[in-house]
């Protein structure tokens, strides 16, 4: 496939039609169907069903779709990184965080990097575990931060950044508001918000409730830390979240409690085995360590 067959198949795919492509392409709408027609023929497949004068496209279609649009951003990232020689930034720090790291630590060391490496470009992607480890592994990104990390891939170097204590939230009028300090069998009476067992967060929570006669099943799965105090500071349930997530709430209608034996967490700063750090990932690291215990020594007044 070349060029202009890309990007007609392409505008074809986003319009849902011919005459769409056509009017996003500005040619005629013949034209484009023509070109569709060569290229299925070309590549000895069908990527669109025509039924009842629409289009409809196959699963090889889609499928070529992904892989073409994934293609697209390597040169969309290719011309960023030329602009960015043009004004003469020669290096690129490209972090990918989960929102627990992201509302408090992740800025902070960023501010103090650009400080100190003004021409260094930096790009910031909120992303799970799961996805910062395939971002790390397909080269898209340099680092990830992550907390409630608990296994990682062999191809992937993790810097330990720091622990905190997970905590459980709740609304200010919960029955378990009032209790200073709450046991595992406490929080199994009530609704426990759910971060989903493809997550290590969710992995985290499902280890220490079990699944045990009388427990409720969860009803409302979140991914990020930040939403479930939100939800539960609108009432809904409880949730066990990392303590920077907490401090970073702030929010009078939601309460926190530590849990009556302490269960810690750990957060990473992960590269590629392949790819060593850059100077400003090797700092960004530096100085993620140095945020956390500033953050985690703020978190612990709670």
Not at 27 to 44: D, G, H, N, T
Not at 170 to 196: N, T, W
């Amino acid at each position: 496939m070349n060029l202009r067959q890309i990007e007609v198949f392409r505008a074809v795919m986003r319009a849902g039609s011919l005459s769409g492509a056509a009017d996003v392409l500005h040619v005629s709408q013949p034209a484009v169907s023509r070109l569709i027609r060569y290229l299925e023929q070309k590549l000895q497949i069908v990527l669109f069903e025509r039924t009842g004068g629409r289009l409809h496209s196959t699963p090889e279609a889609r499928a070529l779709m992904r892989e073409i649009d994934s293609a697209w951003r390597s040169i969309d990232r290719v011309q960023v990184y030329a602009e960015q020689l043009r004004h003469g930034v020669t290096d690129t720090l490209r972090i990918s965080t989960n929102l627990s790291t992201a509302l408090e630590l992740v800025p902070r060391a960023v501010a103090e990097l650009k400080t100190a490496m003004p021409r260094l470009h930096i790009s910031i992607e909120i992303a799970t575990h799961t996805q910062i480890t395939d971002q790390l592994l397909a080269g898209e990104c340099d680092i990830g931060v992550a907390a409630f990390v608990q296994n990682q891939h062999p191809a992937i170097t993790p810097h330990l950044i720091g622990e905190g204590d997970v905590l459980c939230v709740m609304a200010a009028r919960h029955p378990l508001a009032s209790r200073k300090r709450l046991k595992l069998e406490d929080i199994r009476a009530y609704d426990v918000i759910s971060f989903g067992m493809e997550t290590q967060h969710g992995k985290v929570v499902e280890g220490l409730l079990g699944d045990e006669a009388g427990l409720r099943k969860p009803t409302v799965d979140v991914r990020y830390a930040y939403v479930a105090c939100s939800v539960a500071a609108n009432g809904w349930g409880i949730a066990l979240v990392d303590d920077l997530t907490v401090f970073k709430y702030r929010d009078p209608a939601l309460v926190a409690r530590p849990l009556a034996k302490p269960v810690r967490y750990s957060a990473y700063a992960m590269a590629s085995a392949e790819r060593p750090l850059s100077a400003g990932g090797r700092e960004m690291v530096r100085l993620l360590k140095q945020h956390w215990a500033a953050a985690t020594l703020a978190a612990a007044g709670l």
